[in-house]
Every structure is written in C-alpha cells, then in structure tokens.
C-alpha cells in the first residue's frame, strides 16, 4: 500500500526540520519545499539540503523568488538592521506574506503530487510575533486553499497541518531529538555567516538557545 504524500516547508531551520521528521514519522511520502526568496544568507538553503537528505526526503524542491523586490523586512532589506534585542509589537524580521507565497506554491505543488496534505512549522508559543504564525491563519488558509483548487473543489480535501502550533520550543526539541533528527544540520540564525555560524543575537537565536536550555539539552549551534 502506498504512503500518502504530503509537502513539507523546509527552511533549513531547528522548526521545520522537525516537522519534516513529524510527517515521515507519521507515514507520509514527504516532499521538501524550500524557497530562495533573496533572505539575507544562503547558509539555511545549504542546511535544507542537509536535512532533506538526512531525513529522507522523497524530494527537494528549492524555488527561487525575489521578495527583495518589495521589501520592508530586515531579511529582505540590507539596511535595515536585524534587531539583536527584544523589541515590542510584530518585529522588523517579519517579511510581508511570506507564509502565504510560501503556502500558496506548496499548494500548488501538492496538486500537482496528487497530495493532500502540507506541513508548516508554525509556532503561536516560543515566535517573535508573526501575523502569519497563528492558528486563525492557518485555519483560513486552509478554507482559502479547499474553494482555490481543482482538489478541493472535486471534493478531495487539503489539509494544512501545523503540528508545532501549540508546543513550546523546549518541547519542539525534546520531540525531535526523540524522532532523531540532527540539530547541527540546521541554521536558525536571521544573520548566519556562509558557514553557518550563528550570531546567537538575534530574536531567532534567543529563542534556540532557550529552548534547547529549558529541554535540558546540548545546543550543537556553531556561533561566529
């Protein structure tokens, strides 16, 4: 009998790569999606191909956009500055509707798969705020994506799942370093050197490094 396919956001970070080893756990077909949309380093699509690999990915996709073009984040914008300290309100590392491109290529890639089900590694408890990170999000995608498809409209339903939804990042690693996966394959820094070097200040870093203390846990991290 065969495995259900399902497309996984692969960033190249601690989160989604622990989805990915979530969804093969769970007996899907994975397929890999990641996306080079002009962030400020290349070092988390080098870490994507690590982890794909390593977990066993069916495939990896990397497709490449230009969210430079627009602009108005830290990740997209050379001069704009990564903050190093905790800022109030949605930080300045929000990258306007990334999460919605990003869904919204995967789902049409899971389409074309014949797959019905998409994993993201979104986070409402240990995030910096993201808009596109909350549950009501997720919850509208999904009824967006069910009324935009052939799939759903032919009544073959698209489920978005987003298993880290609730889980502190404590638990995140504690359910990963369970399901096996390699942490020092990964990068979680905003402003990592080519190497993967962290800088271990920014808000990305803060919350790795917090949550791999809170789970009792080694943090492999290699940091500049």
Same mark, same amino acid.
């Given at each position: 009998?065969?495995?259900?396919?399902?497309?996984? $956001?692969?960033?190249?970070?601690? /989160?989604?790569? %622990?989805?990915?080893? &979530?969804?093969?756990?769970?007996?899907? @077909?994975?397929?890999? $999606?990641?996306?080079?949309?002009?962030?400020?380093?290349?070092?988390?699509?080098?870490?994507?191909?690590?982890?794909?690999?390593? *977990?066993?990915?069916?495939?990896?996709?990397?497709?490449? $956009?230009? $969210?430079?073009?627009?602009?108005?984040?830290?990740? %997209?914008?050379?001069?704009?500055?990564?903050? @190093?300290?905790? %800022?109030?309100?949605?930080?300045?590392?929000?990258?306007?509707?990334?999460?919605?491109?990003?869904?919204?290529?995967? *789902?049409?890639?899971?389409?074309? *798969?014949?797959?019905?089900?998409?994993?993201?590694?979104?986070?409402?408890?240990?995030?910096?705020?993201?808009?596109?990170?909350?549950?009501?999000?997720? /919850?509208?995608?999904?009824? &967006?994506?069910?009324?935009?498809?052939?799939?759903?409209?032919?009544?073959?339903?698209?489920?978005?799942?987003?298993?880290? &939804?609730? &889980?502190?990042?404590? /638990?995140?690693?504690?359910?990963?370093?369970?399901?096996?996966? /390699?942490?020092?394959? %990964?990068?979680?820094?905003?402003?990592?050197?080519?190497n993967g070097a962290a800088c271990g200040r920014c808000d990305s870093c803060r919350l790795r490094a917090a949550g791999f203390a809170e789970a009792g846990l080694s943090d492999p991290t290699i940091y500049a």
């Amino acid at each position: 009998m065969s495995k259900k396919k399902a497309v996984v $956001l692969l960033s190249g970070g601690l /989160d989604s790569a %622990t989805v990915l080893a &979530m969804a093969s756990h769970d007996g899907y @077909e994975c397929y890999a $999606l990641g996306f080079d949309y002009g962030q400020r380093h290349s070092a988390e699509l080098t870490a994507a191909q690590r982890v794909a690999a390593d *977990l066993g990915a069916e495939e990896h996709k990397v497709v490449k $956009l230009d $969210l430079r073009v627009i602009g108005g984040s830290a990740l %997209t914008d050379d001069s704009i500055a990564v903050p @190093e300290e905790e %800022t109030s309100g949605i930080p300045i590392t929000y990258v306007p509707a990334r999460n919605t491109v990003f869904l919204s290529i995967a *789902l049409g890639w899971a389409e074309v *798969l014949g797959a019905q089900d998409i994993f993201v590694g979104v986070n409402a408890v240990d995030y910096s705020g993201y808009p596109d990170c909350r549950p009501e999000y997720i /919850d509208a995608f999904e009824k &967006m994506a069910n009324l935009a498809t052939r799939a759903g409209v032919e009544g073959r339903k698209l489920t978005i799942h987003a298993p880290l &939804m609730k &889980m502190s990042k404590a /638990d995140i690693v504690k359910r990963g370093t369970e399901l096996g996966v /390699d942490y020092s394959l %990964t990068v979680s820094c905003y402003q990592a050197q080519p190497n993967g070097a962290a800088c271990g200040r920014c808000d990305s870093c803060r919350l790795r490094a917090a949550g791999f203390a809170e789970a009792g846990l080694s943090d492999p991290t290699i940091y500049a």
